[in-house]
């Protein structure tokens, strides 16, 4: 297994740079530890001072095991018949606001993960494509663009075998009001018409495709969310041909000293007081962090990817493990 730590927090704010290969690498600019640490003090009195997060970190190393038929929603402990509709409603909470959301919370750079991922898939015209718990269809539009732009240089070049084959890009999500977020941001793109994209809804552990029928399928930010990851992993295996590819962009864990404690604490008080003054609701950005830490470790995740039957199992970690994206190829 090839892991690829290309990235880490510079002194928490990314320096991000284009490589030759156009990839983006944010460069680790660890250079002082101590200001580091300043800095995670100085955040936590400003943040004292303006009322936002006095709170303790929770401490879910000690949260009680899951017994069989018991599933995490984020620190609690809930039915399994359960967990889906409470998170249909986190999802439906946060709708309206999550464009915004998520610009705040990752400072614009989950714009960048999101390129990142595409790229890494290598879209191809023609291809046909499932972007699972794909809502808000940012990961497809960029399929799409990329393409797009693929077709365009190769029209340049003259070049025009295979370029009229029928792209279908599927957005399949649980959730009907993610869905209209992304239908919605397709009118606006002027891609209200494009018969390229395809807009489903369906839960990513029972898809309705066929075996084998699929050359790729992503699923960004959305596999911590779910019941049962394995399921999920086995309906990615069974939709994709041999020769597919399955990539997943995923908020991960962060084991560097004092990052670890400064993102622990940007994630517990910042983000669900962010949540509130923004989107008046805190709650669901509690479980959102929450959800992040119950969700398997790198390591743990790619043996789970590999246990479905997917071969070549990678993974890479951007800004010091806050993202990783995994990838796996069906033989
Ligand atoms: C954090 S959003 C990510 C949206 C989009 N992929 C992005 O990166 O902007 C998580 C999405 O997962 C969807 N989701 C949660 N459980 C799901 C399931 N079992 N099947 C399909 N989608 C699901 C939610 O409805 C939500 O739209």
């Not at 990329?146 to 003259?158: E, K, V, Y």
């Not at 075996?211 to 399921?231: C, L, P, Q, W």
């Not at 910042?270 to 509690?286: F, T």
Request: aromatic share 8%; charged share 25%.
């Amino acid at each position: 297994m090839k892991v690829l730590d290309r990235v880490a927090l510079a002194s928490c704010c990314s320096s991000v740079s284009s490589g030759d290969d156009n990839s983006f690498r944010v460069q680790a600019v660890f250079e002082d530890r101590k200001s580091l640490k300043i800095s995670a003090m100085a955040l936590r009195t400003l943040t004292r001072k303006l009322g936002i997060g006095t709170r303790l970190l929770p401490m879910f190393s000690s949260a009680s095991p899951l017994h069989s038929h018991a599933t995490s929603f984020g620190f609690k402990e809930v039915r399994e018949d359960e967990k889906s509709q409470m998170v249909g409603n986190v999802f439906s909470n946060v709708a309206s606001n999550y464009d915004l959301m998520n610009d705040l919370m990752s400072g614009g750079l989950h714009r960048l993960w999101k390129d990142r991922l595409v790229y890494d898939l290598h879209p191809f015209p023609g291809m046909k494509h499932l972007d699972v718990a794909g809502g808000t269809g940012d990961v497809a539009f960029r399929i799409l663009e990329n393409i797009n732009s693929t077709r365009h240089r190769a029209l340049q070049d003259g070049v025009e075998d295979g370029l009229q084959e029928d792209t279908q890009i599927y957005v399949c999500d649980i959730n009907p009001n993610m869905l209209n977020v992304g239908r919605k941001r397709a009118l606006e793109r002027g891609l209200g018409e494009n018969q390229s994209l395809k807009w489903v809804e369906g839960d990513a552990e029972a898809l309705r495709f066929g075996n084998d029928s699929m050359d790729g399928y992503t699923i960004a930010f959305g596999i911590r969310n779910v019941t049962h990851i394995e399921k999920v992993l086995a309906e990615a295996y069974r939709v994709l041909k041999p020769g597919g590819r399955f990539l997943c962009l995923e908020l991960s864990h962060v084991d560097i000293p004092v990052f670890k404690e400064l993102y622990d604490y940007y994630s517990f008080s910042i983000i669900p007081a962010l949540g509130e003054l923004v989107a008046g609701d805190r709650e669901s950005y509690q479980y959102l962090v929450e959800s992040i830490r119950r969700f398997p470790p790198q390591e743990k995740f790619a043996s789970m990817i590999a246990d479905a039957g997917f071969q070549k199992v990678e993974y890479e970690t951007l800004i010091g493990g806050v993202v990783a994206i995994h990838s796996g190829l069906k033989v």
